[in-house]
């Protein structure tokens, strides 16, 4: 449990700091000891709750037409993201998510985006991802979740927006590429 907690704390922490990111951080922190199948469940019942509170916090700023169609995208690689969390080796989906953390913090270099979706954990409770035992874990982890959200937004306030966004970018492309290395 010691680094289900730490992987909590830092990743609600950079999800406070700068927006983005907790999803990243806190499967990677994970994977190196963890089942992906046991790792994505959780962490999006905790992130739901920061994705409101974000939403609430910023939603004069939210653009739209960038957000409509990014929730489209999200929608569409839910189920077969499911399946393939479901049904594939572990060795796979974590050199999967390597890989996809690389390009996700090579893409954010140029631009950054967010998004966050409600039918992702209807799906996953339909396709048995989500289990009493998933929420049970969840709700022991709730608490450390507020605490890095609530540090990370104080602290977003006395620190550079950018360097902080790229700081943290170049951390998710150095662990993606040690999540590769190690799942080969």
């Not at 990743?11 to 990111?21: Q, R, Y």
């Not at 393939?84 to 998510?97: D, G, I, N, P, Q």
Request: charged share 10%.
């Amino acid at each position: 449990m010691f680094w289900w907690i730490v992987a909590t704390l830092c990743a609600f922490f950079v999800k406070g700091l700068c927006g983005f990111a907790n999803t990243l951080v806190f499967s990677t922190i994970l994977s190196f000891g963890n089942s992906s199948i046991n790792i994505t469940p959780v962490e999006l019942l905790l992130g739901y709750p920061t994705n409101a509170i974000l939403a609430w916090k910023e939603r004069k700023s939210i653009n739209w037409g960038m957000s409509i169609p990014l929730a489209i995208l999200v929608l569409a690689g839910s189920i077969p993201g499911a399946y393939f969390l479901k049904t594939a080796h572990e060795e796979v989906v974590k050199t999967v998510l390597g890989f996809v953390i690389v390009f996700i913090g090579l893409e954010m270099l140029l631009r950054d985006r967010q998004s966050g979706n409600t039918f992702r954990v209807l799906m996953y409770i339909f396709c048995g991802i989500i289990t009493l035992e998933t929420a049970k874990q969840t709700l022991l982890l709730v608490p450390w979740m507020f605490i890095g959200l609530s540090t990370g937004m104080a602290s977003s306030r006395g620190l550079n927006e950018k360097i902080v966004k790229k700081l943290v970018i170049v951390m998710l492309i150095v662990s993606g590429v040690a999540l590769i290395i190690n799942n080969l």
